[in-house]
T-cell receptor, first 113, second 114 residues
Framework: GNSVTQMEGPVTLSEEAFLTINCTYTATGYPSLFWYVQYPGEGLQLLLK?????DKGSNKGFEATYRKETTSFHLEKGSVQVSDSAVYFC????????????FGAGTRLFVKA | DAGVIQSPRHEVTEMGQEVTLRCKPISGHDYLFWYRQTMMRGLELLIY????????DSGMPEDRFSAKMPNASFSTLKIQPSEPRDSAVYFC????????????FGPGTRLTVL
């Protein structure tokens, strides 16, 4: 079946540090891949997405590249800010899975000033 | 445009009581999802609807949980009777009919069962 595995948190960084959150997936078809972010007390919101192999999604300085050969979709940001502190979820949507989105467990990021 | 609307935002009830959570999806969205989020189990899909019809309810934990979608603009998730282990944040999300499309989440209902 389809699944998403992402690195466990929490991840604690200083402001302006480089961020990587690893995500790998298993899918039977050709999924779309997503990163969602959840700020305290709020619902999840889309951060970026990629719909086919080698696509790069980007938003707010974050980016992730759809790597079919390694079944990965790692999230990166060159210089994090305190306001980036949140929980980040990797997710996939596979049409053979009936339009359900499968979410990873989430990775909590703390950024210190 | 209003996003997904959920009510109430917070609910505190006693064990054994009936709880009803409400959701209004974004207009024009064909899919509606109910999720539960806890520290121990993370984000779990409970049930989803397509064009008001339940498609997959395999995530509903037990018969105490039920969900309905009487029309395209309203859905309810009911727990009867409620138990302390049902305490969680319940999210509703909606999307259009393509797997490449984003799910839009509501702000959630924080349920506490005493």
């Amino acid at each position: 079946g389809n699944s998403v595995t992402q690195m466990e948190g929490p991840v604690t960084l200083s402001e302006e540090a480089f961020l990587t959150i690893n995500c790998t997936y298993t899918a039977t078809g050709y999924p779309s891949l997503f990163w969602y972010v959840q700020y305290p007390g709020e619902g999840l919101q889309l951060l970026l997405k990629a719909t086919k192999a080698d696509d790069k999604g980007s938003n707010k300085g974050f980016e992730a590249t759809y790597r079919k050969e390694t079944t990965s979709f790692h999230l990166e940001k060159g210089s994090v800010q305190v306001s980036d502190s949140a929980v980040y979820f990797c997710a996939l949507s596979d049409p053979t899975g009936g339009f359900k989105t499968i979410f990873g467990a989430g990775t909590r990021l703390f950024v210190k000033a | 445009d209003a996003g997904v609307i959920q009510s109430p935002r917070h609910e505190v009830t006693e064990m054994g009581q009936e709880v009803t959570l409400r959701c209004k999806p974004i207009s024009g969205h064909d899919y509606l999802f109910w999720y539960r989020q806890t520290m121990m189990r993370g984000l779990e899909l409970l049930i989803y609807f397509n064009n008001n019809v339940p498609i997959d309810d395999s995530g509903m934990p037990e018969d105490r949980f039920s969900a309905k979608m009487p029309n395209a603009s309203f859905s309810t998730l009911k727990i009867q009777p409620s138990e302390p282990r049902d305490s969680a944040v319940y999210f509703c999300a909606s999307s259009t009919e393509r797997s490449t499309d984003t799910q839009y989440f509501g702000p959630g209902t924080r349920l506490t069962v005493l």
